[in-house]
C-alpha cells in the first residue's frame, strides 16, 4: 500500500484511492523517523545506566560526544565525512525514478547481493532488533548507525513525497517539532556537516532535551505523575527509576487488521480471501476522502 506499485512499476492504486496511497506512504516514512530517534533514546538511556555503575562522566554532553561517533565504524567509509555522502547513497539507489518507493518496488534479488536499501521496510527492520542497541567496549554501536542512515532516508523520501501535492498536505498537517518536513530541513542545513556534528544536534535536541520538554509538559498539566525516565542529577543524566527495565524501540501499534475488520462489517469493504475490495459504498466514501 505505501508503495502503490508492482514490481514492474505498473501502478495498483486506482485513481480515485491516490490520495490515500499517498497517506500511507507519508506514514510509513513517519513511522521509520519515529523508530531512528526512539532508537537514539534507548541507546542514550543505556549509556546513563552504565555510567551509574562504572564511576565514569555522567554529563549530559559527554554522552552527546560520545554517542556521536559512536556508529562510525559501521556506517561504509566512503560516506563517513559529510552528510551529503549519504544523501548521495540514497539519490544514487533512486536513479531516475520518482521516490525510494518507486526503485524499491522495482528490485530484484539480481539487482544486488543484499536487500534494496531503497526499501523503507528493510531500514524499520534493522532498526527493530535490540541486539544492536549495545555500546561496545570500543565505544562501537551498530543502532546509532541505522538510526543516522534512517534519519537521512526519511529526508530523502520526504522531498520524494513532498513533489505529490496529497502527500504535501499530509507532511504539513503534522505540527510536530521534530516532523518529516523539518527533518528534511534540518538535513539540508547540516549536508556539508560531518555525521558527528549532525547526530550531537539530533542527540541533544530532538531526543535528550526533548525528554525533558515532552514528559514535562504531559506531567505537570494532567495527574502530576512522574513520567521520566532519566533526570538531572547530582553528577549529571542518571535514570529515575534505576530498577526499571531498559526500553526497546517499538513500532506503533498497526491497527490496519483491525480498521480493514471495521470497515468490511460496515459494508465499505468486502473480502476476497487474500485481499480486500472496496464495495460501491467505501469507493464514495474514499472519494468524499473519509471512511468514517
Same mark, same amino acid.
Given at each position: 500500500?505505501?508503495?502503490?506499485?508492482?514490481?514492474?512499476?505498473?501502478?495498483?492504486? +486506482?485513481?480515485? &484511492?491516490?490520495?490515500?496511497? @499517498?497517506?500511507?506512504? %507519508?506514514?510509513?516514512?513517519?513511522?521509520?523517523?519515529?523508530?531512528?530517534? !526512539?532508537?537514539?533514546?534507548?541507546?542514550?538511556?543505556?549509556?546513563?545506566?552504565?555510567?551509574?555503575?562504572?564511576?565514569?562522566?555522567?554529563?549530559?554532553?559527554?554522552?552527546?560526544? $560520545?554517542?556521536? &561517533?559512536? *556508529?562510525?565504524? =559501521?556506517? /561504509?567509509?566512503? &560516506?563517513?565525512?559529510?552528510?551529503? $555522502?549519504?544523501?548521495?547513497?540514497?539519490?544514487?539507489? $533512486? *536513479? *531516475?525514478?520518482?521516490?525510494? =518507493?518507486?526503485?524499491?518496488?522495482?528490485?530484484?534479488?539480481?539487482?544486488?547481493?543484499?536487500?534494496?536499501?531503497?526499501?523503507?521496510?528493510?531500514?524499520?527492520?534493522?532498526?527493530?532488533?535490540?541486539?544492536?542497541?549495545?555500546?561496545?567496549?570500543?565505544?562501537?554501536?551498530?543502532?546509532?548507525?541505522?538510526?543516522?542512515?534512517?534519519?537521512?532516508?526519511?529526508?530523502?523520501?520526504?522531498?520524494?513525497?513532498?513533489?505529490?501535492?496529497? +502527500?504535501?498536505?499530509?507532511?504539513?498537517?503534522?505540527?510536530? +517539532?521534530?516532523?518529516?518536513?523539518?527533518?528534511?530541513?534540518?538535513?539540508?542545513?547540516?549536508?556539508?556537516?560531518?555525521? !558527528?556534528? #549532525?547526530?550531537?544536534?539530533?542527540?541533544?535536541?530532538?531526543?535528550?532535551?526533548? /525528554?525533558?520538554?515532552? %514528559?514535562?509538559?504531559?506531567?505537570?498539566? #494532567?495527574?502530576?505523575?512522574?513520567? #521520566?525516565? #532519566?533526570?538531572? *542529577?547530582?553528577?549529571?543524566? !542518571?535514570?529515575?527509576?534505576?530498577?526499571?527495565?531498559?526500553?526497546?524501540?517499538?513500532?506503533?501499534?498497526?491497527?490496519?487488521? /483491525? +480498521?480493514?475488520?471495521?470497515?468490511? $462489517?460496515?459494508?465499505?469493504?468486502?473480502?476476497?480471501?487474500?485481499?480486500?475490495?472496496?464495495?460501491? @459504498?467505501?469507493?464514495?466514501?474514499?472519494?468524499?476522502?473519509?471512511?468514517?
Amino acid at each position: 500500500m505505501a508503495r502503490g506499485l508492482a514490481t514492474d512499476g505498473t501502478s495498483v492504486v +486506482a485513481s480515485d &484511492v491516490e490520495r490515500v496511497q @499517498a497517506w500511507w506512504a %507519508v506514514l510509513q516514512v513517519r513511522q521509520l523517523q519515529r523508530l531512528c530517534l !526512539e532508537t537514539l533514546y534507548c541507546v542514550a538511556e543505556r549509556w546513563i545506566a552504565e555510567r551509574e555503575t562504572d564511576g565514569k562522566s555522567q554529563a549530559l554532553e559527554d554522552c552527546i560526544a $560520545q554517542l556521536a &561517533v559512536s *556508529g562510525h565504524t =559501521y556506517v /561504509h567509509e566512503n &560516506v563517513r565525512e559529510s552528510v551529503s $555522502q549519504m544523501e548521495t547513497v540514497f539519490r544514487d539507489v $533512486q *536513479g *531516475g525514478r520518482h521516490s525510494l =518507493y518507486e526503485s524499491a518496488a522495482r528490485w530484484s534479488p539480481e539487482d544486488a547481493e543484499d536487500e534494496s536499501e531503497a526499501d523503507v521496510f528493510v531500514h524499520i527492520d534493522r532498526l527493530k532488533d535490540k541486539a544492536r542497541l549495545a555500546v561496545d567496549s570500543d565505544g562501537d554501536c551498530d543502532a546509532i548507525a541505522n538510526a543516522y542512515i534512517g534519519l537521512v532516508f526519511c529526508a530523502i523520501e520526504t522531498a520524494n513525497l513532498a513533489l505529490n501535492p496529497d +502527500a504535501l498536505k499530509a507532511l504539513r498537517a503534522d505540527g510536530d +517539532a521534530c516532523s518529516l518536513l523539518r527533518l528534511a530541513d534540518l538535513v539540508t542545513r547540516f549536508r556539508d556537516s560531518s555525521i !558527528e556534528t #549532525f547526530l550531537r544536534h539530533v542527540l541533544k535536541e530532538w531526543v535528550l532535551l526533548r /525528554h525533558f520538554a515532552v %514528559v514535562g509538559s504531559r506531567s505537570i498539566p #494532567f495527574d502530576g505523575k512522574n513520567r #521520566f525516565r #532519566f533526570v538531572m *542529577g547530582d553528577y549529571g543524566l !542518571e535514570r529515575f527509576d534505576k530498577s526499571a527495565r531498559l526500553p526497546v524501540p517499538g513500532m506503533s501499534v498497526d491497527k490496519l487488521d /483491525h +480498521a480493514l475488520m471495521l470497515c468490511e $462489517q460496515g459494508g465499505l469493504l468486502v473480502d476476497k480471501g487474500r485481499a480486500y475490495r472496496l464495495t460501491g @459504498a467505501g469507493r464514495r466514501r474514499i472519494q468524499k476522502g473519509s471512511l468514517s
